[in-house]
């Protein structure tokens, strides 16, 4: 089993319909976000459109942040959500799908209604450091 702790940033996103034809990125074309998995069993993430300006007829930005205790046994993962930029997210559970490529941890969840379709999403995220113990803190 590939360990999660640590600090991931966000690299990639891509969705697709059921047909699996190609959707607009989760998060737009220039996604940002971090995810730290602590070895106590906490985490927290936050990921955001990184554009500076949007595009004319676009008006959604994507914005998501979330902590709580997870769990996670080499292929899912569950975050008991505690905090939540979200607050119906707050006190549910965020379930994610693991699985590498390479040094990438790919996170996909089961499919979502997104702008009147349902999306498929993955999240591809790069390990840039390890978790920061409390004596760091």
């Given at each position: 089993m590939k360990d999660i702790v640590g600090t991931w940033r966000l690299v990639k996103t891509l969705a697709r319909n059921d047909a699996g034809e190609p959707m607009h990125p989760p998060y737009g074309p220039k996604p940002r976000g971090l995810v730290v998995f602590y070895p106590d069993g906490r985490m927290m993430s936050v990921l955001c459109d990184g554009r500076s300006e949007l595009p004319p007829g676009e008006t959604v930005r994507e914005y998501n942040?979330?902590?709580?205790?997870?769990?996670y046994?080499?292929?899912n993962l569950v975050t008991h959500v505690d905090a939540s930029a979200s607050k119906d997210r707050v006190g549910g559970d965020q379930k994610?799908?693991?699985r590498f490529t390479g040094e990438h941890m790919v996170l996909t969840q089961k499919p979502r209604l997104w702008q009147g379709v349902m999306q498929?999403?993955?999240?591809h995220w790069e390990r840039i450091a390890d978790a920061p113990t409390n004596q760091e803190l």
């Open positions: 942040s979330y902590c709580g205790n997870y769990e046994d080499g292929e994610r799908f693991v498929h999403r993955e999240l």
